[in-house]
């Protein structure tokens, strides 16, 4: 039997220059998060392990959630930040390598201004010279960015990607084209792997219901099956819609109709094995 793993979540001390994202309609997000408030989250939602993702884009804060990490037997592993498309990478990512958590990095490419940074050549030495690491890669993107990461991926044929919140689809407006098409396309790449995470904010916060969701959700699943989908919350930024709970409650009423093994994998086989996570049962 597999721990249920939460693939992703954040973790912050919040300062307002540092998190400029959080506009003035996400202030329940304007706080800290720290270890003891995703312990309760987890505890209540009944499960025993996490991945803390990167929320800004700095060397400081990938080291402050390994140190978090390294202490904790809650959190299994972290996708960090480091300078992929600099000169300088090579050597941070040797220092960063020293740290067993360390399972990933992420770029927060869906807000860069150039809507094909994904296909930079520096970018892409970077990734190249991330692949000796076995770290896994996760793409950050927004639904436009697909055909970009399509080919981005196919540079990289052996690099493990774990592409974070579906691509982002438009939920709210209840589009569905180009996003399905395109990730059917990518789900065809057997490198590439999905969290299901970060899907209620993409639908209307205050009155979102699971069936908003089902057409994405059915994509998903249809397009990369149960061995490479893993559950995430997104949380703190869940918080925007919904609790943890009631996030972890609607993914597993989805995937409910799957075999208890196919769930299992689901809600932390595919994480612990992508990740390779140290597992406590």
Avoid at 136 to 155: G, K, M, Q, T, W
Wanted: hydrophobic content about 45%; charged content about 25%; overall charge negative.
């Amino acid at each position: 039997m597999h721990e249920c793993i939460d693939a992703h979540h954040h973790l912050w001390r919040y300062r307002r220059e540092d998190y400029p994202w959080i506009a003035p309609d996400m202030g329940v997000l304007a706080r800290d998060f720290l270890l003891d408030d995703l312990q309760c989250e987890l505890a209540r939602s009944a499960v025993h392990g996490s991945i803390a993702v990167q929320a800004r884009q700095t060397l400081d804060e990938t080291n402050w959630l390994l140190d978090l990490a390294q202490d904790s037997a809650l959190i299994r592993g972290v996708v960090g930040w480091a300078p992929i498309a600099g000169p300088e990478f090579p050597a941070v990512l040797e220092a960063l390598l020293d740290f067993a958590k360390l399972k990933g990095l992420r770029h927060v490419i869906q807000d860069e201004p150039n809507s094909e940074f994904i296909l930079r050549p520096d970018f892409n030495a970077g990734i190249a010279h991330m692949k000796q690491s076995s770290l896994v890669y996760d793409i950050l993107i927004f639904e436009r960015h697909l055909p970009a990461a399509i080919s981005f991926v196919d540079r990289h044929p052996t690099q493990v990607f774990v592409l974070d919140h579906l691509a982002k689809p438009r939920i709210r407006d209840r589009q569905l084209e180009p996003w399905r098409s395109n990730m059917r396309e990518l789900a065809r790449r057997e490198n590439v792997y999905c969290k299901l995470s970060g899907l209620i904010t993409e639908a209307d916060w205050a009155q979102w219901q699971p069936a908003d969701l089902q057409p994405y959700l059915d994509c998903a699943l249809d397009s990369f099956g149960p061995k490479r989908l893993m559950a995430g919350s997104d949380w703190p930024v869940c918080l925007l819609a919904a609790t943890h709970q009631a996030w972890f409650s609607t993914l597993q009423d989805f995937i409910k109709p799957l075999s208890t093994s196919e769930q299992e994998m689901i809600l932390g086989g595919v994480a612990t094995d992508v990740y390779s996570l140290h597992r406590n049962v």
